[in-house]
């Protein structure tokens, strides 16, 4: 675990806040109960902040991507949106959702102490997401004729075709990166996952600046920088693990291959959830690609949700991009493109925007959590008990009927 909690912990044994199994004793009064209030806090916020500037970084490269080939062209910029936000969406979400059910069982090995167990399950996940990205390339491959019977503009679709089978080495990297994430993060090592994924956003915006503006290489130049990027911030990640988690990695193990279907039929339940949620993105590109002058529609589209994904953390931020949009709404699209017509309409959309992202800042917590939890309840309460005889069957523990869950 990384030393900062344990700092924590520490300093509420000074307090006298602690009792000898570890969790707090019953606060006594306001000021011991605002010490416990501040101290979890604090925890939450060293946890938490490093996995937000993870999740920063992440969107960062897409968004620098879309920042440099949007000076190339208007064709350049749709055509990369449509390839990252409908192909690299689909692909996204479905391995996030193959791979998180390792996130439930590093979690589970992690509390029971089984810490070894971790990268053996590591690697399972490996496996099958490596099996799920061949069982995706196809849609790379055949991104162009997809993307023309779903009504894409020939143009468009024909440059996203060739920019998708360029990037399918940055898909493979998704199935190594995802469960590398997920083992680091269920053992509190997050600090590390936030250097190296600044790191790599570093890397890449130096990388997409020598092949596009440099070297002149144009979208393949941009390709090739997120394929770097993207191996580049998994190598990183392995080689923390190799060197700095001995605890949990053991070196590759022949246990990986063992109960894969079991780890198959855990993911896939979660899969479904995950990818309902990521996927109503890719719907939203989709049908902007059949308006007229869908270059420009789509590109306009493209400059509004990088805008609006960067604020969808907290109410405050925002309210402070819908003022900033609104008082530059026809200035800051030219981060993104010289275009005349394409600042025009993406100006047209400004007041629009601002209206989404104070709805987008605040939803996922109120909006999110009402649907969800009314809705998915009762599915959920039927899966369980499959679930967790799953989890045990995964776990290497024997399932006794009639146990009560």
């Excluded at 500037?53 to 879309?66: W, Y």
């Excluded at 649907?371 to 499959?386: F, K, M, W």
Aim: hydrophobic content about 55%.
């Amino acid at each position: 675990m990384d030393a900062t909690p344990l700092l924590l912990n520490k300093f509420a044994g000074k307090l006298h806040l602690l009792a000898d199994n570890g969790d707090y004793l019953p606060a006594k009064g306001f000021r011991q109960w605002k010490s416990v209030f501040w101290l979890e806090t604090l925890n939450l916020w060293m946890i938490g902040f490093p996995i937000t500037i993870t999740m920063i970084c992440q969107f960062g490269i897409s968004s620098v991507t879309d920042i440099f080939v949007g000076h190339l062209g208007v064709i350049e910029l749709s055509a990369i949106t449509i390839a990252t936000s409908v192909v690299g969406t689909f692909s996204f979400g479905f391995l996030l959702g193959m791979g998180s059910a390792l996130e439930t069982l590093c979690g589970q090995a992690f509390g029971a102490g089984q810490v070894h167990l971790l990268g053996v399950y590591m690697q399972r996940s490996w496996i099958i997401l490596f099996v799920s990205c061949i069982v995706i390339i196809p849609i790379y491959i055949f991104a162009t004729p997809i993307l023309k019977l779903l009504g894409q503009d020939d143009d468009i679709a024909n440059l996203a075709g060739v920019f998708c089978i360029q990037t399918i080495p940055q898909l493979f990297s998704l199935a190594f990166n995802f469960p590398i994430q997920k083992f680091l993060q269920a053992q509190s090592k997050v600090n590390a996952v936030a250097w190296i994924g600044f790191l790599a956003l570093v890397a890449h915006t130096i990388l997409i600046w020598l092949f596009v503006c440099i070297y002149g290489w144009g979208t393949t130049g941009a390709a090739w920088a997120l394929n770097l990027s993207s191996w580049g911030n998994v190598v990183g990640q392995f080689v923390y693990i190799v060197y700095w988690c001995k605890d949990g990695w053991n070196g590759f193990s022949s246990e990986a291959f063992t109960d894969i279907w079991v780890f198959v039929k855990l993911s896939i339940s979660s899969a479904v959830m995950l990818c309902l949620e990521i996927w109503y993105m890719m719907s939203i590109i989709i049908l902007t690609g059949h308006l007229n002058n869908a270059a420009t529609a789509v590109g306009s589209l493209s400059i509004c949700m990088n805008v609006n994904g960067w604020e969808a953390m907290s109410f405050m931020i925002g309210l402070l991009c819908m003022v900033i949009v609104v008082m530059t709404k026809d200035d800051f699209s030219i981060i993104f493109t010289n275009n005349a017509a394409l600042i025009k309409e993406v100006s047209s959309l400004a007041y629009l925007l601002g209206v989404t992202m104070i709805l987008n800042s605040i939803q996922p917590g109120l909006w999110g959590g009402m649907i969800c939890g009314t809705a998915l309840q009762t599915l959920l309460l039927l899966l369980v008990e499959q679930s967790i005889e799953r989890l045990q069957i995964w776990g290497g523990q024997k399932v006794e009927k009639g146990t009560d869950i």
